[in-house]
């Protein structure tokens, strides 16, 4: 069982997916991701797979009726990733501007910052950085930055596979979330200090996790990606995704993604926003 796991998750790029349906040149479009989400129903339809994620956080409404217990508390966890998507994957607080259909695979998608930013935070930068096959980030992106904990023994490392351990292949997971949206300022926040790893009472941690961000939103869950847009995620996650989006100097961003112990090199795509209630825990 635990290898089996591990095997599973040690073969998931966290941005990789692989639809049904193509899209075309131009993009996907409504109907596609209609499509998409009836796949997603038609797949999980009495297969017993419990909350999925991402989600609206202002809808409080699920039906899901797999239970969980919640992990604990990521003080009292191992951080064992992190990694972020390009756009908020979740809908909700300071990001609700929908960046469009996408391209039916996870890029293009998702949800921005619905603010606006002062023009000397705007200046775009001479060249896009964490760049990949899908194109780079540039100042006014935004992203969702997970913070991943397990109540495994294991280590911060590379995908989702360092959540797990031989050991324990079915840990606790809890993923803390924050939207970020990169700007020009080099006295705004910096990325490699908000990912500094290293140990507090013997547990792996974030360091400097940001503490400003607003109350977390609370709810039962799985993981997240465009891997996952027309089937179910079968691992249990305990969210917290706060509210407001926090300002990162986007060189900052860049500089983490030439060099960091999990191996990140680029933003991941996005899930489709899961709105089927029949797949969602209801948010207390």
Request: net charge neutral; charged share 20%; aromatic share 6%.
């Amino acid at each position: 069982m635990n290898l089996r796991i591990l095997a599973f998750i040690s073969s998931i790029a966290l941005g990789s997916s692989h639809v049904a349906i193509a899209s075309s040149d131009q993009g996907a479009t409504a109907d596609q991701i209609a499509a998409q989400n009836a796949a997603l129903e038609a797949n999980t339809k009495d297969r017993g797979y419990g909350p999925q994620s991402p989600r609206d956080l202002s809808l409080t409404k699920g039906v899901n009726g797999r239970t969980f217990s919640g992990a604990p508390v990521a003080e009292k966890m191992n951080l064992c990733n992190i990694h972020f998507h390009e756009s908020a994957e979740h809908k909700g607080g300071e990001f609700t501007a929908f960046a469009g259909y996408g391209d039916g695979k996870g890029y293009g998608t998702g949800y921005k910052y619905s603010g606006k930013l002062k023009s000397s935070e705007s200046r775009p930068l001479e060249k896009e950085v964490c760049e990949s096959d899908h194109g780079g980030l540039q100042v006014g992106d935004t992203i969702e930055v997970h913070y991943v904990f397990s109540s495994a023994q294991v280590k911060p490392g590379p995908t989702l596979a360092s959540c797990l351990s031989e050991t324990n292949g079915n840990p606790q997971l809890r993923v803390e979330g924050f939207v970020i949206v990169l700007v020009n300022d080099v006295k705004s926040l910096n990325f490699r200090q908000l990912a500094k790893v290293g140990l507090s009472n013997g547990l792996h941690q974030a360091l400097n996790m940001p503490k400003n961000a607003g109350i977390p939103i609370q709810y039962s869950g799985s993981t997240t990606g465009p891997t996952y847009n027309e089937k179910g995620s079968p691992l249990q996650v305990s969210w917290s995704v706060r509210p407001k989006v926090l300002k990162v100097d986007a060189a900052s961003v860049g500089e983490w993604c030439t060099d960091n112990i999990f191996k990140e090199d680029h933003a991941h795509g996005v899930r489709n926003l899961v709105i089927n209630e029949r797949l969602l825990s209801e948010i207390k």
